[in-house]
C-alpha cells in the first residue's frame, strides 16, 4: 500500500532524526509520530509527501527526505526510495477541495464549540516547532465577507498552495462559509477564535489530503499531531487492527503495566504502534537515526516481508470503494476480534474438548478433538487457527504485559520523553 504523509508528520520525524544528544528530550507526541513512521517503513509500498505547498513548507520536507535518503533508511534497490515527494497542481487541488467540501462540512456540523478551546490547543501544538505561525482560517473568523470579496478570494486562492485551498472552499461553498460564520460567533474573545482558527485548519487538511490521496491512489497516513483533533484516524487496515488489539484488552478490563504505553493509549487517538515496538525490540538501538536503520533491516526480513504481504493486500480492501470489499475487510478484524478474545478465555480447553481416537487404513492412530457443542469462537479459532492469529495474540500480550517496555522505548530511542 503506498501512503501520502502530512508534511507535518514529516517535520516531526525529521526533529526527532535530527537530535544528536542523548539529552535532547522529545515530546511523547513526536515520540509516537516516530513509531508510526518507523511502522511506515516497515509495511508500506512506498511514501509521499505533497510539494504543493509555501517554500518553507517545501525547503523542510525537502531537507527530512534529503537527509533520510542519504543515510540509506528509506532506499530501496535498483536506485529507488520509499519515500519521496509528489507535485500536485492547481487542478488536482481544486479536484481535492470540491470532493472534500463535504466532509468538511459534515465536521463542521458535528462540531461542539463548547471543545473548542481544547482542541484548538491541540491543533497548536500540531503545527510546532515548524509548520503554520498564523492560522489560515483566522481570516474568515474574525469578520464577515461579501460575495464580490468572496468571488475575488476563489480567483487567486490556489496561488497560495496548500494555505490557499482553505480560501477556495469557503469561497465556493456557500454552507461551509455560514457554519463557520456562526462557529465564529459562537466563539467570544481573541483566544477562542484564534483556537477555533487552529482547529479549522487541521479539519480542512485532513479531508483535502484524503481527496489528494486518492488521485494518487494512496491512502492518507495523518500524523498523530492531526489525528488528535479530528476523528479521522483509522485510514490504514493496519491502524484498525491494532485498535481492535487495544479494544479487546479494554473489554476484558485488561490495562497496561506499562505507565508509558497507558499514557500513549490514554492520549493518542492514533493506536498504539505495537507492530513497530514489537520488532524493534528484537534489535538493539540507542538513537533515533539508530532506529531508522534497523527498520529498513527489518523491512527485508522474512517475518515483516510475510506480514506486509498480508497487510498490503486487506489494505487495498480495507480501503475500496466497493462496500462489500469494506465489509469482508470488517468481517476479517472482527474474526480476529473473536479469536482474541478466546484465547483470553481462562478455561481450561482440554478440560472440555472430547478426544478421538482415529485410525488410518496403514494402521496409524491420531488423535482429533470433537468441538460439538463447544463455544462457536473457540471452535472457529481451533478450526482455523492460523499464523496470523498467534501472532496478534502473542502481540496483544508483549505490549500489555511488560512492565518495562515504556523502559525499552525510551531506551531504544536514546532520548528521555517529555509529557507532550
Not at 46 to 56: A, K, Q, Y
Request: hydrophobic share 40%.
Amino acid at each position: 500500500m503506498n501512503l501520502l504523509l502530512d508534511n507535518t508528520g514529516l517535520h516531526r520525524v525529521h526533529v526527532v532524526a535530527s537530535s544528536t544528544s542523548g539529552d535532547q528530550a522529545v515530546t511523547l507526541s513526536d515520540a509516537v509520530a516516530f513509531l508510526h513512521f518507523v511502522e511506515h517503513i516497515l509495511f508500506s509500498d512506498g511514501m509521499i509527501v505533497s510539494t504543493f505547498e509555501l517554500p518553507r513548507i517545501q525547503q523542510t520536507s525537502a531537507e527530512a527526505i534529503s537527509r533520510l535518503v542519504s543515510h540509506g533508511c528509506v532506499k530501496l534497490p535498483g536506485d529507488r526510495v520509499l519515500l519521496s515527494s509528489e507535485d500536485f497542481s492547481d487542478a488536482d487541488y481544486a479536484v481535492a477541495c470540491h470532493n472534500a467540501a463535504p466532509s468538511i462540512q459534515e465536521d463542521l456540523q458535528l462540531l461542539d464549540p463548547a471543545t473548542v478551546t481544547r482542541a484548538g490547543r491541540l491543533a497548536d501544538f500540531s503545527t510546532k516547532p515548524l509548520g503554520v505561525t498564523s492560522p489560515a482560517m483566522e481570516k474568515w473568523i474574525t469578520r464577515s465577507w461579501s460575495v464580490s470579496e468572496r468571488r475575488d478570494i476563489l480567483s487567486t486562492a490556489l496561488q497560495e498552495k496548500a494555505r490557499g485551498a482553505f480560501d477556495f472552499i469557503v469561497a465556493f461553498h456557500d454552507p461551509i462559509y455560514r457554519l463557520v460564520r456562526n462557529l465564529a460567533s459562537e466563539s467570544r474573545g481573541a483566544k477562542k477564535q484564534f483556537s477555533l482558527a487552529m482547529l479549522l485548519d487541521v479539519v480542512f487538511r485532513v479531508a483535502i489530503n484524503g481527496q489528494l490521496a486518492k488521485l494518487r491512489r494512496c491512502t492518507y497516513a495523518p500524523a498523530p499531531q492531526r489525528a488528535n483533533v479530528t476523528h479521522e484516524t483509522d485510514h490504514l487496515f493496519r491502524h484498525a487492527l491494532e485498535r481492535m488489539i487495544q479494544e479487546t484488552a479494554s473489554d476484558g478490563q485488561q490495562k497496561a503495566t506499562s505507565e508509558l504505553i497507558r499514557r500513549i493509549i490514554a492520549v493518542e487517538r492514533l493506536p498504539l504502534p505495537m507492530l513497530a515496538i514489537h520488532f524493534l525490540g528484537t534489535r538493539k538501538t540507542s538513537s533515533p537515526l539508530g532506529v531508522l536503520d534497523v527498520a529498513r533491516d527489518l523491512r527485508d526480513t522474512p517475518d515483516v516481508v510475510w506480514l506486509r504481504k498480508w497487510l498490503s493486500k486487506w489494505e487495498s480492501i480495507y480501503n475500496s470503494s466497493d462496500l462489500d470489499s469494506q465489509e469482508r475487510a470488517a468481517r476479517e478484524i472482527a474474526d480476529f476480534r473473536d479469536s482474541l478474545r478466546a484465547l483470553d478465555e481462562r478455561t481450561s480447553l482440554f478440560s472440555v474438548l472430547r478426544p478421538e481416537v482415529t485410525s488410518s487404513p496403514d494402521g496409524s492412530m491420531g488423535m482429533s478433538f470433537d468441538l460439538t457443542g463447544f463455544s462457536t469462537p473457540v471452535a472457529k479459532l481451533f478450526a482455523k487457527l492460523s499464523r496470523r492469529r498467534v501472532f496478534l495474540a502473542a502481540l496483544k500480550r508483549e505490549v500489555l504485559s511488560d512492565q518495562e517496555l515504556g523502559a525499552r522505548i525510551c531506551g531504544f530511542m536514546g532520548r528521555p520523553f517529555l509529557a507532550r
